[in-house]
């Protein structure tokens, strides 16, 4: 392994272990056994390599999106099952000690004060609404149109968004995977003339 993956390796341990506002340059080079020049060289800055480590955490939850990975789904693409699914899945991963969650709020609260790390992250979510979008619905991430992933994937985003703002803030009384799905039924029920 080279100092840029040292780099990101060690800024993702210093992430879990102190945050992004409380991480340090020296810390990143002293948990990456590097030095601090290779920062600047290889990520430009510390907040754009503590970015792109975040980015890489969350990249490594994808697969506990889609369970334990013994099994496919079996649940019909689209359907209110996969919804259901999906996020007792994801919800699960914000159930874990130490999640990593926490840190969206993080930069979400201190935004104004980490800028390159908000601009980097918010460039990211397109991609992670792409990602969302095949999982909930079938197909491929390469085939999501640009469209679908501003529409459909940033709704599923906002969803997210919302619901690690709710684990983080209040566990007991954030929703469980069952009464979002009754949810979204309800709502699609009433937005094609049905009754609520």
């Not at 992004?20 to 990143?28: C, E, K, Y």
């Not at 359907?79 to 709020?105: D, H, K, Q, Y």
């Amino acid at each position: 392994m080279g100092h840029r993956e040292d780099l990101l390796d060690g800024a993702k341990r210093c992430l879990l272990a102190k945050g992004f506002a409380r991480t340090t340059a020296r810390d990143i080079v002293r948990e990456s056994g590097t030095n601090l020049a290779s920062i600047g060289y290889h990520y430009g800055s510390k907040d754009a390599l503590l970015a792109q480590a975040y980015v890489a955490l969350v990249e490594g939850m994808g697969d506990s999106f889609e369970g334990d990975g013994t099994a496919r789904s079996t649940t019909a693409p689209g359907s209110t099952e996969r919804f259901r699914e999906v996020w007792a899945n994801i919800i699960g991963t914000m159930r874990e000690p130490g999640s990593i969650w926490r840190l969206s709020m993080e930069a979400l609260v201190m935004g104004d004060r980490m800028p390159e790390v908000r601009d980097h992250l918010a460039r990211a979510q397109r991609e992670a609404g792409r990602g969302l979008v095949p999982l909930l619905m079938g197909g491929r991430e390469e085939d999501v149109s640009d469209e679908t992933a501003d529409t459909v994937g940033m709704f599923y985003v906002t969803l997210m968004t919302g619901l690690i703002a709710q684990w983080t803030f209040d566990p007991k009384s954030a929703p469980e995977a069952g009464a979002l799905a009754e949810g979204l039924r309800r709502v699609v029920e009433a937005a094609t003339g049905g009754a609520p």
